[in-house]
């Protein structure tokens, strides 16, 4: 059995393709040096050419906060572009089972605690992403179409906020535990006394390793099928500003840190009720502070910062 891992030089992608490949499934890893998914015709030739029994969609243009901010035209237009023609490159090439990865961003920024997936949809989401989410909340429905016009059995999977090694440490681009990590890394290196944050430190957030999402997203390959989406998180939260106090320790930085309150702080808090995917036999294995701990040698070890 095929299986093509769509964004497979991405954080998660890359994680997936380890894990298939150790389980020794025959496995196909697409980046965007492979093939431009937003271009649908080469992506219904190549998918046909291909002929996988399963696709992975871990293929997103993705960013931090104030990236999808500034750039809500390409978040949304690419996102919409790479899914829509992926599926219907399966569909033509009759992929038996696509899994589509969501994210927790698309819950509405004040919803109930823990975050259930029935309340997708049931309130506005957060201004600075919305355009992304809107992007990410198409794919679940188009995947939820397949189902009901095609009977394929298509799912989504909702993961909460992923980091690990081989993350994105690039600050114009990168997520919040990348960009704390090359922060106190530089002013470490740098002998700085200080570091500047962005925001208020408050929001809090809830972190899963890529190798655990992993593991979980070959557990609902096997085991789940629905129409209802699944989410994936570890039952831990934390504020950021907690974070940034293991991190700033875990790199070894002694100095102060100040919090730019100019910046906005996004949504304030997002748990996610992964009851589903534990009722499933899955749980996370690598706690925040072990998985920190690799993901900060890794960056020393491979950038060299």
Not at 57 to 63: L, P, Q, T
């Amino acid at each position: 059995m095929t299986i093509l891992v769509a964004g497979s030089s991405g954080l998660v992608g890359s994680a997936i393709v380890n894990k298939l490949n150790i389980l020794g499934h025959h496995v196909i890893g697409v980046s965007s040096k492979d093939l431009d998914l937003r271009d649908r015709e080469n992506t219904i030739i190549s998918i046909e050419k291909i002929k996988p029994k399963v696709i992975i969609d871990a293929a997103a243009r993705v960013g931090g906060l104030n990236y999808n901010s500034s750039n809500p035209v390409d978040f949304l237009v690419d996102n919409l572009r790479i899914q829509n023609n992926l599926m219907e490159a399966a569909y033509k090439s009759e992929v038996e089972k696509f899994i589509f990865l969501g994210s927790s961003c698309i819950y509405p920024k004040n919803s109930l605690q823990p975050i259930k997936e029935e309340y997708l949809m049931t309130g506005k989401l957060e201004s600075t992403n919305s355009a992304y989410a809107l992007a990410k909340l198409s794919g679940i429905e188009l995947i939820k179409a397949y189902r009901h016009q095609y009977k394929k059995p298509w799912i989504n999977i909702i993961p909460t906020s992923v980091y690990g090694p081989g993350d994105n440490f690039n600050l114009a681009t990168s997520h919040v535990i990348p960009a704390l990590i090359k922060k106190f890394q530089n002013a470490v290196k740098n002998n700085l006394e200080e570091v500047i944050l962005l925001g208020t430190g408050s929001p809090k957030r809830e972190f899963i390793h890529s190798d655990d999402l992993a593991d979980a997203i070959l557990v609902c390959l096997a085991k789940y099928d629905s129409d209802d989406p699944i989410n994936i998180g570890t039952g831990f939260e934390i504020s950021i500003n907690a974070l940034a106090n293991l991190v700033s320790s875990a790199t070894g930085f002694n100095g102060n840190i100040k919090w730019d309150r100019n910046w906005p702080d996004g949504t304030p808090r997002k748990l996610v009720d992964s009851t589903k995917i534990n009722e499933l036999g899955w749980k996370p294995n690598i706690s925040l502070e072990s998985g920190l701990k690799s993901t900060i040698n890794w960056y020393s070890e491979t950038l060299g910062t």
